[in-house]
């Protein structure tokens, strides 16, 4: 069975605070992206990486950072996590070429107080 | 910022068809037109794909026009279960960069 795992449902962080948040692929999939999802907004892409030590700015990567540095993890770095990231966090793997279905995990609903 | 745009809400009688319209005016030639889904509390799943000919699975049809810059979604019994918030994205079988828009959110009502 497919598998990305996201490392936690719910979190709670306190604001300043650094947060990471982990995806892990077992698809050995090359390309892997993190969303934010709030209400109205739909998916918003932060990050994606299409190969080890890559990644490309989405359309809203202020206030976050990433890293990839093996193939089957995209972290995801809150460098001083503030209200306004208080959100429902996606981890999505896609794989290359002839490969056509995005995977995504259950999700990470960040809190910060 | 995605590339289509989708109406926000639809709601569908229980045993109807459901018709999912998305535009995708500035699509290119080499990409694909892929829908989603994402039942409440879970992370979207694929429904289907297509480039310009109509294609049909078990979980519902896809029709893109001639000129290809729109498609519709179609699921052809609706049940509870379908409601959910539905994704049309495009991109192309080499391009790694996936964005989605807000999505329709449909609603089977029995």
């Known amino acids: 069975d497919v598998k990305v795992t996201q490392s936690s449902r719910y979190l709670v962080k306190r604001t300043g605070e650094k947060v990471f948040l982990e995806c892990v692929q077992d698809?050995?999939?090359?390309?892997m992206f993190w969303y934010r999802q709030d209400p109205g907004l739909g998916l918003r892409l932060i990050y994606f990486?299409?190969?080890?030590?890559?990644?490309e700015k989405g359309d809203i990567p202020e206030g976050y950072s990433v890293s990839r540095e093996k193939k089957e993890r995209f972290s995801l770095i809150l460098e001083s996590a503030s209200t306004n990231q208080t959100s429902m966090y996606l981890c999505a793997t896609l794989g290359g070429g002839m490969n056509t279905e995005a995977f995504f995990g259950q999700g990470t609903r960040l809190t910060v107080v | 910022d995605a590339k289509t745009t989708q109406p926000p809400s639809m709601d569908c009688a229980e045993g109807r068809a459901a018709n999912l319209p998305c535009n995708h005016s500035t699509i290119s030639g080499n990409e694909y037109v892929y829908w989603y889904r994402q039942i409440h509390s879970q992370g979207p799943q694929y429904i289907i794909h297509g480039l310009k000919n109509n294609e049909t699975n078990e979980m519902a049809s896809l029709i893109i026009t001639e000129d290809r810059k729109s498609s519709t979604l179609i699921l052809p019994h609706a049940t509870l279960r379908d409601t959910a918030v539905y994704y049309c994205?495009?991109?192309?079988?080499?391009?790694?960069?996936?964005?989605f828009g807000a999505g329709t959110r449909l609603t089977v009502k029995p």
């Open positions: 698809m050995d999939h090359e390309n």
């Open positions: 990486s299409y190969d080890v030590k890559m990644k």
């Open positions: 994205i495009v991109r192309g079988f080499n391009n790694n960069d996936m964005r």
